[in-house]
Structure formats: C-alpha cells, structure tokens
C-alpha cells in the first residue's frame, strides 16, 4: 500500500505541476496549440490527484476502526437503501469488478435527492461526471496499480479484502454534513 501513494499518486501530482508549468510557458509564447494540447493531461492528472486524496480518506488500519461497520444516519440509510452494508458492499465488489480497465467504484450522496447511489466512474473521470449533486463517501480504486502487488490480476479478492480497511467514520460524517 505503500507504492501506490507515493509513485502512483505522485505520479499524477508531477506530472500535474510539469503540465501547469508548460501551460505557463505556451501562453507566454502565444503557442495556441501547446496550449489546447495540455488540456487533456492537465485534466487527467488534476483528477487523478483528487480521487487518490478521497481514497487515503477512505481508508484506515484495522487497529484505527478500519473495517467498523457504519452506525448512526448513514447506517441506517444504507439498510433502507441496500437493506444491510454486506449487500451494499456485495453490490459495490460486483460493480467494481466489471469495470473495464482502470477507474473508480463510488458510494455516494446526491446531496438533491437525499439518496445514496453506488456509481462507477471510468480511468481518473471524477465522481461529478456521473451527476452534478453526487458527492463522493468511498471512492475504491479498482485499476490494477492498486493491487497487482498483494493480488496479482485477481481485482475480486482485492475487493473482498478492501472492507477491512475501509473508513466508515470518514463516510459517516461526510454523509451527516451534506445530509444533516
Ligand atoms: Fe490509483
């Protein structure tokens, strides 16, 4: 778990700050088609950045409550959405399997709605894509760099193992600010 903060993730950070500096320097220059060029790899990097930061969140050692089943509001809305977390989680594992490629299973709240959803989300595509009210509580990396080492190619074990780490506290009170 530890290669994939700091090569993955810096990774993206990097190569961020390299493509921002770039982006300075083709706008002194005039270079309209560096510039329209570096869109693509600014937006990839920048949301690489931002669904690894919800990740870190998401998950805490078992000794620091990782793996704690949520109680209180968010408990209690995921039995009357899914009717118990081991079905929400068996749904998530499901979905997150069948993703194609590299990209994100989410448990999230539509702020609007006031409902939970389970959503996927393709390569570093941010949660928002998928709905503008959508805010994330457990964002799961399901590309390969997030478990090759521990799980070689089998992503349905790294799924089932993830649960012992997940941080439902942080779930939980992000849950009880956007829904009070
Ligand atoms: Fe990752």
Not at 83 to 92: D, G, H, N, R, T
């Amino acid at each position: 778990m530890q290669l994939h903060p700091q090569k993955h993730h810096q990774t993206y950070i990097t190569n961020y700050n390299k493509a921002i500096e770039q982006l300075d320097d083709a706008i002194t220059k005039g270079d309209a088609s560096t510039v329209v060029k570096l869109q693509s790899t600014i937006k990839f990097n920048g949301e690489g950045h931002v669904n690894h930061s919800i990740f870190w969140k998401n998950l805490t050692p078992t000794s620091e409550g990782g793996g704690e089943p949520p109680h209180g509001s968010l408990g209690l809305a995921i039995n009357q959405s899914f009717s118990s977390v081991e079905k929400l989680i068996a749904k998530m594992n499901t979905k997150g399997a069948a993703v194609q490629g590299s990209g994100w299973v989410w448990l999230a709240v539509d702020k609007e709605l006031k409902r939970l959803v389970v959503e996927t989300t393709s390569n570093q595509d941010p949660l928002v894509t998928k709905g503008p009210s959508l805010v994330p509580l457990l964002g799961i990396d399901v590309s390969e760099h997030a478990y090759y080492l521990q799980y070689k190619n089998v992503r349905p074990d790294y799924l089932k193992n993830i649960w012992k780490v997940i941080n439902w506290k942080y779930a939980s009170e992000v849950y009880e600010k956007e829904c009070p």
